[in-house]
């Protein structure tokens, strides 16, 4: 029974998989005297086989790292005896091999649940559907082989070692636990947009009730892929030390660019659903979101980019991908360029309604993607064109994004005021009048609290948004005859643009930072933006895989004590590294954030290293994240019969 | 099927995409032949870069002049450029090499995000091997130079030319085997 699922059966049921997919991408596309064959119905089967392969896979994976079996090469690798058991079910994807399983089996979720669409008997819809499917199914069949040939996790190793080499402790922590799963979900989400685009594209039309289908599940994955960036950010806040929440490091452009697009669908899919309007830039959206997840994987993947996230760099399975790459991206962009000329938009509309206002609001935010896309990839092809080597860091994107932000921020107030197809100057400005005196009033305060001008600026049109949304909204009641379940739409909308001005109005506040860095004596007062620290004391703990160095901080402002800080210093034995563990408190006005460092001696002195930041705001950063991914959770249709409605 | 407007766009971000394919491809080739580095610091060599001006240590023996570009490329002898600071261990194993070099090579020193009263200590402590000291502070002329860390050296001939990055302690073997010979036109 011990041995039963063991890293032989996943092995197994991956390779099985891989065939399943096959089946479940070619079934759907075989026809039989014009007709579909035999197989067809059978492809929601395949779908659902082919998932509960990959989630027996992941089992086993699991199973083999619960057990210890160090003849698992990715286990040898990743895990030791003395890890603790959370962090050994989470260290399985916290390494390549098995990040790439829980890709794939989330995709295979996602063909899953697509399987279970109800289509009624409906002949457009269920075509449709057979054709996601189908699409669904190839791109996981490449992906699994990519998986059992490249990247292998249950690769053995002989002789089987006593002890693993141990996970790197900055990834064990809670956080990281969670944050690759929401930020693949997020990922691997956009592939159902994909693929219907692609079922579409193939059909040659896209209709009101393609875009009713989709919506739900941009939704979801853009809920999730928010929810993974701004866990990602947290986490790089409170375990890396450094102070900060986001480096415009490689990889978390590539999480970024996903988002910015994703986005930008979000929006312009609505303007299909309300005006069947704007359909080739829906489609090409939808295409470009999932392609832009699976570059990003491609890139960090391949070690093109020099980043932080060091995964096992290895060209070979960048050559992979990037065949895969070229076949998904390529073959879809293809189609496009071949079928979307003839889809044809049925409505125009005027400049001042609500469809530009979505249309401008797509603009910027395809702008700003294609800002951050540049940023990123422009050190390795100045590299390969030109010779030089560059970096291209904060002042770039600093200096680029903030001024495509702030017009964006203007019109996101501005256009949920507007009705759709044509709205009157007159209106708007009378019902936007309350948040624009209320926008003037939070000038006074934004402009003598933050020191930077650019920043100040941001926040009041943070400001601005919030309180626009929060007047739409009240507006929406009173027209609407149902007080709540018309409206769910725009309660979602209305969070998530509120969620937006909050995580703004914390960058903001992050911009006015102070932070300094002493070497302190037991007892000695240090003063920071009109706080006093003091270090109280220092004592020795044991932990479990661990030995840390606890320093206790007293912070008290005018005399009145405030908050006490236990920064850390840890010392792992196995890998042997030592990581600081950040001391935050958190307050509705901002963080207090202490960091632990080395010792100094001199002579019969000791001297404790401490970097102390004072963050205002800082919270509200990651507040704004929950809230946007809870309005666009709300914001979705669950319960409701998707698929009613007649097709156009 | 007439080619119109539409379709030329249409094809766009296939065209885009291709593009930005092939030049991964190129990439990842290059990659595999060890033509390209995506973590290389620096690869142009050949000439001095734009750095700011680096101002001299306070109360140091000897070395009254800071550092500034114009000067490193308007000498007419070679100069070794030594990055090093008072808190790197390899720096103190590495100065007694430096003052055997000194007598017949220039050295110019750059205290490398370091405070300066230290960086003044450190020298009169271990010997002062320098005819120019800046210092930089924040590490951005480090970063022009493409410094990875402390210590490394950087010989250039006249004109401003880098000839040579060594990026660790300097010790006997390299000296002899790699230094020396590109200072042989010059001795």
Not at chain 1, 78 to 91: E, R, V, W
Not at chain 1, 280 to 303: D, M, N, P
Not at chain 1, 461 to 490: C, D, E, G, M, N
Not at chain 2, 98 to 110: C, D, F, K, M
Request: hydrophobic fraction near 50%; aromatic fraction near 10%.
């Amino acid at each position: 029974m011990m041995d039963f699922f063991g890293p032989e059966e996943g092995h197994y049921a991956l390779a099985l998989a891989c065939v399943l997919a096959l089946f479940q991408g070619i079934a759907p596309f075989l026809k039989r005297q014009g007709r579909p064959s035999f197989f067809s119905p059978l492809t929601p089967g395949f779908a659902w086989a082919h998932a509960l392969a990959l989630l027996l896979a992941f089992m086993c994976l699991m199973l083999a790292a619960l057990r210890d079996d160090f003849s698992v090469q990715n286990i040898a690798e990743n895990s030791a005896l003395a890890k603790p058991l959370f962090y050994k079910i989470t260290g399985i994807w916290g390494n390549h091999e098995g990040s790439i399983l829980l890709w794939i089996v989330l995709l295979g979720l996602c063909s899953a649940c697509v399987s279970f669409i109800h289509t009624r008997h409906q002949n457009t819809l269920s075509r449709l559907k057979r054709h996601a499917l189908g699409v669904l199914g190839l791109i996981s069949a490449g992906f699994d082989l990519f998986c059992l040939l490249t990247s292998n996790p249950f690769a053995r190793l002989f002789p089987m070692p006593a002890d693993g080499m141990g996970m790197n402790p900055l990834l064990q922590d809670p956080g990281l636990a969670v944050h690759p799963p929401l930020l693949y979900a997020g990922y691997v989400g956009f592939v159902v947009p994909f693929a219907f685009a692609i079922a579409a594209l193939i059909d040659g039309q896209l209709t009101r009730l393609w875009a009713t289908l989709v919506r739900p599940w941009v939704l979801v994955a853009w809920a999730l892929l928010t929810c993974g960036i701004a866990l990602g950010s947290w986490w790089s806040y409170y375990v890396l030390g450094w102070g900060g929440y986001w480096f415009w490091d490689p990889v978390e452009n590539a999480s970024l660019i996903p988002w910015l697009s994703g986005t930008a669908l979000l929006h312009s899919i609505l303007v299909v659903e309300k005006r069947q309007s704007l359909r080739i830039w829906t489609a090409l959206l939808a295409l470009a979101t999932f392609s832009f997840s699976l570059s990003g994987t491609f890139l960090v993947r391949s070690g093109i980019l020099n980043s932080v996230h060091s995964f096992a760099n290895d060209p070979t399975r960048g050559v992979f991908i990037l065949t895969l790459l070229a076949l998904v991206v390529g073959g879809a962009l293809t189609l496009f360029a071949w079928r979307a000329p003839s889809l044809h938009d049925e409505s125009s509309f005027t400049p001042l309604s609500r469809e530009s206002a979505l249309v401008l609001n797509t603009l910027f935010l395809c702008t700003l993607c294609a800002v951050v896309l540049t940023g990123t990839l422009y050190p390795p092809f100045i590299q390969l064109l030109l010779g030089h080597t560059l970096s291209v860091g904060k002042p770039f994107f600093d200096s680029t994004t903030i001024p495509l932000t702030i017009p964006l921020l203007i019109a996101m107030g501005i256009g949920p005021a507007l009705p759709w197809l044509h709205g009157s100057l007159r209106t708007t400005c009378k019902r936007l009048y309350p948040a624009f005196l209320c926008t003037c009033a939070a000038c006074i305060p934004a402009f003598v609290f933050l020191p930077d001008r650019m920043a100040a600026l941001c926040a009041v049109l943070a400001v601005w948004v919030i309180y626009s949304s929060v007047l739409a909204l009240f507006h929406q009641l009173r027209v609407a005859t149902h007080p709540f379940r018309p409206s769910r739409k725009i309660w979602g909308m209305t969070l998530a643009h509120i969620g937006v001005g909050v995580a703004i109005l914390g960058l903001c506040g992050m911009s006015a930072a102070h932070h300094t860095i002493v070497a302190s004596r037991l007892g000695e007062h240090q003063s920071l933006d009109g706080l006093d620290w003091q270090l109280v004391s220092v004592t020795d703990h044991p932990g479990p895989n661990y030995d840390a160095r606890v320093a206790e901080l007293r912070v008290s402002r005018h005399g009145h004590p405030i908050a006490q800080l236990h920064p850390a210093l840890r010392v792992f034995s196995h890998p042997h590294q030592t990581i600081s563990q950040v001391a935050i408190r958190s307050f509705l006005t901002g963080d207090l954030y202490a960091v632990l460092g080395s010792t100094e001696h001199e002579g019969q002195e000791t001297r404790y290293i401490l970097r102390l930041h004072h963050n205002p705001l800082a919270p509200w950063i990651w507040l704004g994240g929950l809230i946007m991914a809870g309005g666009g959770l709300m914001a979705c249709p669950f319960g409701r019969k998707r698929t009613q409605g007649t097709p156009s | 099927m007439t080619l119109t407007r539409r379709h030329i766009l249409a094809a766009l971000p296939l065209t885009g995409a291709a593009a930005l394919g092939l030049g991964f491809q190129h990439i990842l080739s290059s990659m595999r032949t060890g033509q390209f580095d995506p973590r290389a610091i620096r690869t142009s060599g050949g000439t001095v870069p734009q750095f700011p001006p680096l101002s001299p240590l306070p109360g140091l023996q000897g070395a009254i002049e800071g550092i500034e570009c114009t000067s490193l490329t308007q000498q007419n002898k070679p100069i070794l450029l030594n990055f090093w600071a008072s808190w790197c261990i390899p720096c103190v194993t590495e100065l007694p090499l430096l003052s055997a070099l000194a007598p017949s090579l220039t050295l110019w020193g750059i205290a490398y995000k370091d405070r300066p009263e230290r960086a003044s200590a450190f020298l009169a402590r271990n010997g002062q091997p320098f005819e120019r000291v800046g210092q930089d502070k924040d590490g951005s002329a480090a970063i022009e130079w493409g410094i990875t860390g402390v210590p490394e050296s950087i010989l250039i001939l006249p004109g401003g030319h880098v000839v040579w990055h060594h990026r660790a302690a300097l010790t006997h073997e390299v000296i002899t085997h790699d230094l020396l010979p590109l200072l042989r036109p010059f001795l």
